[in-house]
């Protein structure tokens, strides 16, 4: 069975400090890998996803992640947070069949203070 | 290009009632699948609809229940209500090949909020 996990229900960062949100999947197949943000009484926006090709995928918002088939993970970084980052962030997986069941993590709540 | 739409935003409910929500797919989108977002958790799969055909359905008793129009546009009806379906409902549209396509991004409403009394 597939599942998420995101390491850290709640973090915390000064703005303009480097954003680290961990993702760890299990898989029996290849998954595609998406990360999506959620702000306060909205739906979900895709930041990026990773299908296949390269490994580093860079998303919206000056925010990228890295696929490392090795550790089974796909964290998203920031080099830089801003003020507007503040929200829920959820990692979410597709099996490689043709029925597009997101499976996603528990979120992360991302505060970025002043 | 129109996004996702979802209504109503906000419905409040009792015990035992039925409640239909609904969901306009962004223009050009085949693919519907709706989710329960309970308050503090990550989203969970309820079904997917392809071409007014059920794709695929989550661990949900058949209370929930689903359908798509030929406009694409989709339902998503619950019936006997409990207060554990209190929970924000999301609809996502996506486009899918003829066999189906996981790897389509599923782009998501705002959601329509069900608190069960």
């Known amino acids: 069975a597939q599942s998420v996990t995101q390491l850290g229900s709640h973090v915390s960062v000064s703005e303009g400090a480097l954003v680290l949100l961990r993702c760890n999947y299990s898989?029996?197949?290849?998954?595609?890998l998406f990360w999506y943000v959620q702000y306060p009484n909205q739906g979900l926006q895709l930041l990026l996803k990773y299908t296949t090709g390269a490994t580093l995928v860079k998303g919206i918002n000056g925010f990228e992640a890295e696929f490392k088939k090795s550790e089974t993970s796909f964290h998203l970084t920031k080099p830089s947070a801003h003020m507007s980052d503040a929200a829920e962030y959820f990692c979410a997986v597709i099996r490689s069949s043709n029925t597009g069941k997101l499976i996603f993590g528990q979120g992360t709540t991302l505060q970025v203070k002043p | 290009e129109t996004g996702v739409t979802q209504s109503p935003t906000h419905l409040i409910k009792t015990r035992g009632q039925q409640v239909t929500l609904r969901c306009s797919s962004q223009s050009g989108h085949n693919t519907v699948s709706w989710y329960q977002q309970a308050l503090g958790q990550g989203p969970q799969f309820i079904f997917q609809?392809?071409?007014?055909?059920?794709?695929g359905r989550g661990n949900f008793p058949p209370r929930f229940s689903g359908l798509q129009f030929p406009n694409y546009s989709s339902e998503l009806n619950v019936n006997a209500l409990e207060l554990d379906d209190s929970a924000l409902y999301l609809c996502?549209?996506?486009?899918?090949?003829?066999?189906?396509?996981?790897?389509?991004?599923?782009?998501f409403g705002p959601g329509t909020r069900l608190l069960v009394l």
């Open positions: 996502a549209s996506s486009l899918a090949g003829l066999a189906g396509g996981p790897r389509e991004t599923q782009y």
């Open positions: 898989s029996s197949v290849p998954p595609y």
């Open positions: 609809y392809y071409r007014e055909e059920e794709n």
